[in-house]
């Protein structure tokens, strides 16, 4: 069964500070997402990381995936309160008998202080 | 990608009643998701739903409790049957965006009572 584990799931952070989500997998993946979701709200896509070295940047944000370590990062650079919400990192899994299907990690409660 | 229309928002259900979802795609797609986010916490998927077949069901989820419909390639629906207070929880929808992705309705925030 796919475990993926997200840390911190807590997360207070000073304005203009750097800090690092990480999220670790069980089970060998090369499809990997980042989303984000505000209290009361769906969830919106951040990232896409399709191959072992993957790196995307949006703004503050840039997210990375090792396969062979089974680990992605989000990094956040100089934050600001806007990001102030929970980062869910999710596998997605192709399996050959239920198809594709998506496992979350816990979620990492992100507030950004003044 | 595609554009999910997910109803209702929100509800406010007595105990022992059941609740529809629907959720209505703008483009047609062969797998729709349905997931559980119980307060404070991660999603859950509960079933995948395939036009054409029964839905397939995770572990700890049954068919009674969330029978699922799927009646064509751009819609679908969820009932929570029986509903318990531990049935409260916000309900969402997903299909796979184009190329690879997931897009998520805007969630079903069922409170019972």
């Known amino acids: 069964e796919l475990k993926v584990e997200q840390n911190p799931l807590f997360l207070s952070m000073q304005e203009g500070k750097n800090y690092t989500i990480y999220c670790n997998y069980s089970t060998t993946s090369d499809r990997l997402y980042w989303y984000r979701q505000d209290p009361g709200k769906s969830l919106e896509s951040l990232f896409v990381l399709l191959s072992n070295g993957a790196v995307k940047q949006e703004g503050r944000l840039m997210a990375s995936l090792d396969t062979k370590a089974r680990l992605s990062t989000l990094h956040i ?31 990492t409660q992100l507030t950004v202080n003044p | 990608s595609a554009v999910i229309s997910q109803k209702p928002s929100r509800d406010i259900c007595q105990r022992g009643t059941s609740l529809t979802i629907q959720c209505q795609v703008d483009s047609q797609v ?84």
Not at chain 2, 35 to 61: C, D, H, K, M, V
Not at chain 2, 85 to 104: A, M, N
Request: proline share 4%.
């Open chain 1, 77 to 107: 650079t100089a934050a600001v309160h806007d990001l102030s919400a929970t980062y869910f990192c999710a596998v997605d899994l192709l399996e050959e008998t239920s198809g594709s299907r998506l496992t979350f990690g816990e979620g």
């Open chain 2, 30 to 113: 062969t797998m729709m998701f349905w997931y559980r986010q119980q307060p404070g916490q991660s999603l859950t998927l509960i079933a995948t739903a395939n036009q054409g077949s029964e839905a397939t069901y995770e572990s700890g989820f049954v068919i009674d409790k969330f029978p699922i419909s799927r009646p064509n390639l751009t819609f679908s629906t969820l009932t929570v049957s029986n509903m318990s207070p531990e049935d409260s929880s916000i309900y969402l929808c997903s299909v796979p965006g184009t190329g690879y992705g997931y897009t998520f309705g805007s969630g079903t925030r069922l409170t019972v009572v």
